[in-house]
């Protein structure tokens, strides 16, 4: 059950992976200005990404765990160990969403475009059967 | 890599790729391996036939919603690849976006925890705490190496 509940919490974690943008950035993008405020905002991403898990599995862990082997333990209980992490999920989801408008407001439409049809092109491929 | 592979559990929620591997289970397998050491670690603890066939039902149950939010998780995640690769996309269309499901999520995680008081309540007190701390363990295990969910 707490797997199945960590499950659930991760997601709704809105969490946000930027890696897969890179390598079309230095594609699409012909400034290498650009590309490396981009890729500096892909770190930043990753970075909140890496602090946010260590803190979850360090406390948020914790505290499930305890409340779920607890017999008398109640809903209460639970209630209190989760909105301690939903509250962190909202800042995460909504710091990654700033990420998000970071990196299109340093693209043109155009390379925007192009950058996310080559992965769109690239992840219908990957799930052909076999593929 | 093990990390990475957490990152890729939670990063289906990505603005940009949904990055899920796409292979299939058979109707007749588990969809998460894990939940078979549930059900074999109950019919262990729990020495009464009918009360562990009932668990057994509860743990039947855990894994068609747990296979229901991958579904409704993928049409998500889609959605919000449909969002990002707009250029003209604005916040509060991410926003909605993500509340709904958050809403979703919750409502879901309240049936879950139903579950899990209702295994509870039909195991005894010594009962409860080897199965609780098998699915702690289990718990443990599966943070080193998380997979991620198929239907």
């Known amino acids: 059950m707490l797997i199945a509940m960590t499950i659930l919490f991760l997601h709704g974690g809105g969490s946000f992976s930027f890696d897969n943008l890179k390598p079309y950035v230095k594609e699409f993008v012909p400034d290498a200005e650009r590309v490396a405020a981009i890729e500096t905002v892909i770190k930043q991403a990753n970075d909140d990404l890496a602090a946010f898990f260590k803190r979850i599995n360090k406390e948020w862990s914790d505290q499930l765990v305890e409340t779920n082997l607890n017999y008398a333990s109640t809903r209460e209980d639970f209630g209190k160990v989760f909105a301690v992490v939903d509250a962190q999920r909202d800042e995460l989801q909504q710091r990654l969403l700033d990420r998000r408008f970071e990196m299109k407001d340093l693209t043109t439409p155009e390379e925007w475009q192009a950058i996310h049809e080559t992965i769109a092109a690239e992840r219908a491929r990957n799930e052909k059967p076999g593929g | ?151």
């Open chain 2, 1 to 151: 890599m093990k990390r990475y592979r957490l990152y890729i559990l939670v990063a289906v929620l990505t603005l940009s790729v949904a990055a899920c591997s796409s292979s299939k289970k058979g109707v007749n397998e588990p969809a998460y391996d894990w939940i078979e050491d549930l059900r074999s670690n109950t019919t262990d603890v729990v020495k009464s036939p009918d009360k562990a066939a009932s668990i057994l039902e509860l743990i039947d149950d855990l894994e068609i919603k747990l296979l229901d939010l991958d579904r409704v998780a993928r049409k998500h995640y889609a959605s919000l690849g449909e969002l990002t690769a707009d250029y003209a996309t604005d916040r509060s269309a991410f926003d909605r976006q993500m509340r709904d499901f958050n809403v979703d999520i919750q409502a879901r995680r309240a049936r879950l925890l139903d579950i899990r008081f209702q295994i509870k309540d039909l195991s005894t007190p010594e009962e409860w705490a080897a199965i609780a701390d098998f699915d702690n363990s289990l718990l443990k295990t599966w943070q080193r190496n998380p997979s991620i969910p198929k239907p």
